[in-house]
C-alpha cells in the first residue's frame, strides 16, 4: 500500500517545475496520491515554508512528506530524509523540516541521500527537487526502498537548525513578532495564550498592543463576530497562536505590521499605568 | 464506494490553506478523488464564486460539493449540507450555494452542520473550511455518515438567497449587466439568447451595444474566427448567455466593460433610429 | 486500466476553466491520475508552453498528454491527436504539440479529431478545452476509444509546425537567443554545450557573454555553489542547454535579458581579441 506524499515548494505555478515533479511522483509512486501543500511561498523564504510547514503537518495524512524550498541547491548543503512517528520528511538540509520534524515529535532517523541509484541523472545541477528529493520520497512512498538505502545515517546534531524567534517578557509586558500574515491579512504573532495568561492577560480583556510606539486598545474576543464590522480583534487563532485580525478588513495594513516586525502585548491597565 | 469531492473557495495559492483542506480530505475520506474548481475567486466575493460554480456544476462528476467563501465565518452564520440529485453541496449559508443548488434542481433536504462529532476540535474559530466543511464533505462522501447525522434539518425558506439582477426590457431595448469577465477579457453579460430574440435580434444582426453613454456597433456571430483580429463580436457563450469579445484583445478594456456594469443591447435599426 | 493524463494550459487560476476540464476528465475517466504540467503560461504564447511541455514530457508518465493553449479557438484551425510512443497528445493544430512529439521521436499517426460522438454539445464554441479536447482525453486514457475512432488521419506534414530559433557560428562566435526565463530569473538559451564545445569552449572556461552591445565575463562552472553570491555564471541547466544565472540573483534582470533577446557567447581570449 503505497503512502501518500505532501508536497511544499516555493516554485511557483509559472513554470512546469511542480508539474516535473508530479511527474516523476505519479511514474515512480503511481499509486501514491500527492497533496499540494503550497507552492508559492516566498522564493527561498526557509522560514515562511518552514512555519506554513509546522501549522500544517498534523492535518496532513501520514506518510511522506517533500518539502523543497532550496536557495542553496548546487552548494553542498546535505540533502535529508528523516523518519518520525508521523512519517517520513524529505527535503534540503536547511531549516525547512526541522521544525515541523519537532511538531512531530522529533527525528528517530536522519539519513543524507547520497546514494545515486535512487537519484535522476542530471545533465545539470540544479533540479534537485526533480532529480535528488521527488525520487525518494516516491521510493519511501511505495516502500521500493527503506530510508537506509538513501544514504548513510547522520546525527541528527548535525543538522542545520531554524533559528525562531523567542517571546521576551518584561515586567507586565510580553515582546514577540509578527511572524505571518495570511493572505487575509491576519496577522499571527509567535505569543501564546499560555503566555498572555501568565501576565494575567485573558480572553474578554481589553489588550494594548504596541506597534513601533503606536498603542492600539484591542479586545481578546473568540471570533470575528464579537466585534463590529472594521474593528480589530485579538484571538486565539486556528493555530493555537494570538493573532491580530480586522473583521471584514486587513490588519496587517491597519496595525502597519508586516512579518518579522515587532509587536508588544500588554493588559489595558498596566498599558495606561505606563 | 468513496465519491468524488469538487472544491472550490477563495483561500488563494500563497498559504496552505488549500493544501490543509486537501489534507483533511485525504485522511478522512482516503479514497475520494478530489478536484480543485478554483481558489482565486475574489476574496469574499459570495457572488463571483456562485456564478463559477453554477457555470461548473454540470461538468463535475457527481458526488459532494465542498464551498467556501465566508466572510462571515465567527459570526452565526450558518453551516450548510444540501441534498440534491446531483449530490451533497457543503458551505456556508450566504447565498454561496444557491444558484448551483438551483441549476441542479434545488435541495430535497437541507441540514444545519452543528454536530460536533463530525467536527475537527480547533484552538480557534476561523478555519471552518479546515474544522467544520471539509470533515463534512469527506464524511458524506466516504459513506461515513449520512447527512442527517451532521445536523438538524432546516426548512429551505430559511436559507440565505443570492440576489442576482435580472435584464430588463424597455421598449426595443434589453438591459443587464456583465456579471463575468473572465481571465482571457471576455465579458459575459446576464442577457440570454433567448431574450435577445424577443427583440427581433438574432445571430447575424449587427447588435448596439451600449455602455455607459457609448454606443458600439457589434456583430453578432457564432465565432471568434468571423471577425477579423482585434474587431469586436457579440456570441453565444460556452454556457449559452450573450457575450462580448474582442478577437486577439481584451474585450473588457476595449469596451470598458468591468463586472457589474450596466449594458444595453438593441438591435441595429431601432439604436439609430433613436 | 486507465492512463494517466497530463494536462497543461494557459487558463491560469482566476477562473474556474481548469477544474471544469478536471471535473469532464474526472467524470469520463474516473480512474485516470490526472497531473497538472502547469496553467500560468503567458496566455496565448504557444511557444513557451511549446517549450515548457518539451522540457517536461520525459519526466512525466506514459499516457496521455492534453494540451491547450489556443488563441485560435472558433477558427478553422484543427483538434489533432498524435500517436506517438510515448503516448497520444491532444491539442490544438497550432505548433503547440510539435516539439514535444518530435521529443519522443515523432508521431506514428496523427487524426483531425471531427468525430461529435466525442465531443461534449455546448451552447457556444470558444471552450474546446472542456468540450473537445478533454472528452478526447478522457477516451483514450480510459480506452473507450481508439484514435481512429475521433477522426480522419491527416498527414504529418499537414500539420502546423513550431519555427524554433537556430544557433548560428559566426567565426569563433556562437549566436543564439534567450529563450526560458524561469521564476527564479536564470536564463536558459537555445545554445547547447556541444554547440560551445565546437568553438573550443568548455566546462571551466571564462565566457565572454555579449547581450546588446554590453559584455559579460562569465565562468562557465558545473553549479552555483562554484561563484560567489551575487556573481554571474554559466551552467549546463537542468535540462541540458547552456543558462546564465546569478547565485542568490535573478539573471534576467542583472544581464538585461528577456525571452527573445539575441545573446552571443565567445570564448573570452577570442573577444577580448576583438
Redesign the interface.
Known sequence: MSK?I?F?SD??????????V???L??LA?SS?V???????P??NIKAAAL??T??IQ???EGVCLAVVD??????RKALAAETSWGTFIGPDNGLLSPAVAMVGGATKIVSIENPEGM?P??????HG??VFAPAAALIASGDAAIDELGPQIPGEQIVPLLLPLTETTGSMISGEAWWV???G?VQTNIGPEDAAGLGINPGDTVTVKVGSTLHSVPWV?????VAEGEALI??????LL?L?VR?GRADLELNLGEGVAVTLAAKKSATAE
Chains 1, 2, 3 share one sequence.
Open positions: 501518500p505532501s511544499l516554485f511557483g505555478h509559472d513554470d512546469e517545475f511542480v508539474g516535473v508530479h511527474g516523476v505519479a511514474k503511481p496520491r497533496i499540494d501543500v503550497g507552492h508559492r511561498f522564493r527561498g506554513a510547514l501549522r500544517a492535518y496532513l495524512p536557495p542553496g541547491v548546487g552548494t553542498d535522476i542530471s545533465p545539470g545541477q540544479t533540479f526533480r532529480d495570511d493572505t487575509f491576519n473568540s471570533s470575528y463576530g464579537d484571538h486565539v487563532d486556528s493555530v493555537g493573532a485580525a471584514g
